[in-house]
């Protein structure tokens, strides 16, 4: 997987770069909209059994902070160089020394993107208003429901339920962990269980629309990819 993207990304090391900081930045957006989550729990009456809930949330917060510093301090340091010789040492006698060559591209496009510290804070800020936006998508589909909370209520839920999706990257979609997230925040908001349900499926339902044309396009570009190693193929 890593020959793959380090041959997809030689051919354009700017966007590899683009992406690896601004998910990096988008990560930590979504750390400080968790925390003002937990922030807001914090200062309002909570259901007895919700009595202890802020300080795991933190401490959750805590460990995906350094998580993020982690790997922004591997982008600083040559992450991409670092995989590909860890790559080709697990690999046996194969030669990698043009793929790491290519790889010292990419980590130097990452430098050059980070040092644009205008751009980078531009990039947080942006996905930080996105994720305070998108409580809006709760605050409606609740309404929509027949079932208003305030908006204080919908930050809550959206604040606190991505958090936990993002807990469980490790499982494709969160399928079954924003389910089970969002039944866990619903008295929180006063919301009975199938609403909650309701609410973690209409979004469900919003992914697979938005998804759709980008997993088309994916599809095709790959094939397109293909064609054109193919055709270099034949005429080498």
């Known amino acids: 997987m890593v020959r793959h993207l380090i041959q997809r990304g030689i051919r354009a090391p700017d ?10 930045f988008q990560t930590l957006a979504q750390i400080v909209f968790a925390l003002i989550g937990a922030l807001l729990l914090a200062t309002r009456a909570r259901p007895k059994p919700f009595h202890n809930l ?10 995906l902070g350094l998580m993020v510093a982690l790997f922004y301090l591997l982008q600083r340091r040559g992450l991409f160089v670092r995989l590909m010789r860890l790559t080709a ?3 046996g006698h194969r030669d990698w020394s043009s ?10 496009a990452v430098q050059n993107t980070h040092a644009r510290s205008n751009r980078i804070a531009a990039t947080f800020l942006l996905s930080l208003v996105g994720w ?10 609740l309404g929509f429901l027949g079932h208003p909370v305030s ?10 339920g991505q958090a936990i999706r993002g807990a469980a990257f490790a499982i494709p979609g969160s399928l079954g962990v924003q389910e089970g997230g969002y039944l866990l925040l619903a008295p929180l908001a006063g919301l009975p269980p199938d609403v909650a349900l309701a609410l973690s499926l209409a979004k469900r339902a919003r992914e ?6 980008g997993v088309f396009y994916l599809h095709y570009s790959e094939q397109g990819w293909r064609r054109r190693l193919a055709c270099a193929a034949l005429t080498e």
């Open 132 to 141: 305070l936006v998108g409580t809006g998508e709760v605050y409606w589909m």
């Open 151 to 160: 908006w204080a209520d919908a930050l809550l839920v959206e604040s606190l």
């Open 54 to 63: 802020p300080m795991p949330l933190l401490m959750g917060a805590g460990v």
């Open 99 to 108: 793929l790491v060559s290519r790889a010292e591209a990419i980590d130097q």
């Open 89 to 91: 040492r697990l690999s």
């Open 15 to 24: 966007a590899v770069a683009a992406i690896t900081v601004s998910t990096t």
């Open 208 to 213: 697979i629309l938005w998804a759709l044309p």
